[in-house]
């Protein structure tokens, strides 16, 4: 059975909650990678930054439409929530990652990682052994599994 430890990347890039998302862009489009954990000071995990994250500053913030009745405003968009603004509006790591990512561990099993991959949507998984980094799984490292090895 092929396990996270067989596939995974042991030399895992990071970022911390202060680095500036152009960075960070920049980053992931060099490096051909989805995503890198957000790590604090201590070494342990607090977040990650995909391109779905950075995508979202793309978004404009729609004004919401309002029409009075009786001397009331009813919207007739919904505003976005806080959440979604202060993506929408990040500069920092902090502000668009995704916090408490969804992890496994080293001896997690490959078809355990791609269920995860599929139902949750997720194409970068990090590794966590004893609350630290160890590695980190793409898609594409769970790919590679159904390519035939050439070593012999």
């Known amino acids: 059975m092929i396990k996270a430890k067989d596939v995974m990347t042991r030399n895992v890039i990071t970022v911390t909650p202060d680095t500036e998302v152009n960075e960070i862009a920049k980053l992931l489009l060099d490096n051909h990678f989805n995503g890198v954990p957000v790590i604090d000071r201590n070494g342990a995990l607090v977040g990650i930054i995909c391109q779905s994250d950075l995508i979202a500053e793309q978004k404009k913030l729609p004004l919401p439409s309002v029409f009075s009745i009786l001397d009331s405003f009813i919207p007739i968009h ?9 993506k929408i509006a990040a500069l920092k790591a902090s502000d668009a990652m995704t916090r408490d990512p969804v992890t496994v561990g080293p001896e997690a099993g490959i078809e355990e990682v791609a269920e995860i991959m599929v139902n949750r949507g997720l194409h970068t998984i990090p590794v966590l052994e004893a609350g630290k980094i160890v590695g980190i799984i793409g898609k594409e490292d769970v790919l590679r599994t159904l390519v035939p090895s050439d070593k012999k």
């Open 78 to 86: 919904p505003i976005k929530t806080e959440k979604e603004v202060k």
